[in-house]
């Protein structure tokens, strides 16, 4: 019973001190799963943990709850219970800022926050793009082919989901 | 009903095909909430992206909670989130139970090297549309400019970033109104 008490609490520190997302959380998430008391996962397991993190869909936080939440428990429920601790959070504090938000945007003071987050933003999202244009994602020409053409399309509104089969596809006959 | 059954359908859909996690998951987002079902338009949903930055935890499930909320109040925020939620939690599970050497099989790493430089792609691309939808000035730009530069290359949390950022828009904003004032 500790032991689930405990995957929760920690799912939902994970959730509540995660700000940035993504990748952002690693640090904390090793920090609580890896890390001093609760040692559930070794080194070994965490970084083969945020492979398939990367190679699986859906948000990397969500996959390590559920994940971790099963290997440490052995069974569903220990993975339901971190998944819902690492969500909880969030929910409750985006609930709370939406609500903030749809009732005082017109507001002069929170529209003058928002005519420089707006552009701001965007430069969050190329940093984004940037830090990820590295040697483990590039791994020869053919990759950086996969990149124009696959950034091309997208301008020409065709469908992300097919980008990614057709990419998938090309990486298939390639390598 | 038949909304909060889209919502489900469209945020599961975000899950069960985004790659990565974070900003990877952006152009999927985008093109399910602004294009396909207009439940925001391309300004709200920067302002979106904004906020969901000061909010702790993923930002897909920040974005869901708050689609589904515009829309639905607190019943479409709980539907949205389990939308998003349970693709990857049905998939880890199965991988956790079964197939814990599934990531050393040739074609699935060839599949994935495929991926992983369109993933980078989609990130970028949407930089496009989203510039046009703001109408970006040129201040605009060099303000992205720099924030990318110090996030990628100087190290600095996105979360201090948006912070910054709001606090600058604020400074500006009450200069201008003083001096329209005097």
């Keep these: 019973m500790q032991l689930y008490f405990e995957l929760f ?29 609760h040692c559930w996962l070794s080194m070994v397991d965490f970084t083969d943990i945020v492979a398939i993190s990367q190679i699986t869909p859906g948000p990397v936080a969500i996959n390590m709850a ?26 409750i504090i985006m609930l709370l800022i939406a609500k903030f938000y749809l009732k005082f945007r017109k507001n002069q003071y929170i529209e003058m926050a928002f005519s420089t987050l707006r552009p701001g933003i965007l430069g969050l999202i190329a940093a984004a793009a940037l830090s ?44 | 009903m038949h909304e909060l059954w889209q919502l489900f359908r469209s945020f599961f859909r ?13 152009p999927l987002i985008q093109n399910e909430v602004v294009d396909k079902r207009q439940w925001v338009d391309n300004k709200e949903f920067i302002e979106l992206l904004a906020l969901a930055q000061t909010s702790p935890g993923p930002m897909a499930v920040n974005a869901a ?42 074609y699935v790493e060839s599949f994935f090297k495929g991926i992983r430089p369109a993933v980078v792609a989609l990130i970028a691309a949407p930089l496009y549309s989203l510039g046009k939808a703001i109408k970006i000035s040129w201040f605009g730009i060099v303000l992205a400019g720099s924030v990318a530069t110090a996030i990628a290359f100087g190290g600095i949390s996105p ?15 009450i200069i201008q109104k003083k001096r329209k004032a005097g």
């Design chain 2, 14 to 26: 975000i899950g069960m095909f985004t790659l990565g996690g974070g900003y990877a998951m952006l």
């Design chain 2, 65 to 106: 909670v708050f689609v589904g909320y515009k829309r639905k109040s607190i019943v479409g925020s709980l539907v949205a989130t389990l939308g998003i939620t349970l693709p990857s939690f049905l998939i880890i599970l199965i991988i956790a139970m079964y197939l814990v050497g599934f990531r050393e099989n040739h």
């Design chain 1, 66 to 91: 559920t994940y971790v939440g099963y290997v440490v428990s052995g069974n569903i429920f220990g993975s339901i219970l971190t998944t819902v601790g690492v969500c909880l959070p969030p929910l």
């Design chain 1, 9 to 37: 609490i920690s799912f939902f520190k994970i959730g509540l001190f995660g700000f940035g997302g993504g990748y952002a959380m690693l640090p904390l998430i090793r920090h609580e799963v890896a890390g001093a008391p």
């Design chain 2, 159 to 173: 979360a201090i970033m948006v912070v910054a950022i709001a606090l600058l828009g604020l400074a500006i904003g």
């Design chain 1, 132 to 175: 990820l244009m590295n040697v483990h994602n590039f791994v020869d020409k053919a990759s950086l082919a996969i990149f124009a053409a696959v950034f091309v399309a997208c301008l020409c509104r065709i469908h992300p989901i097919k980008l990614i089969i057709v990419s998938g596809i090309a990486g298939l006959l390639l390598y």
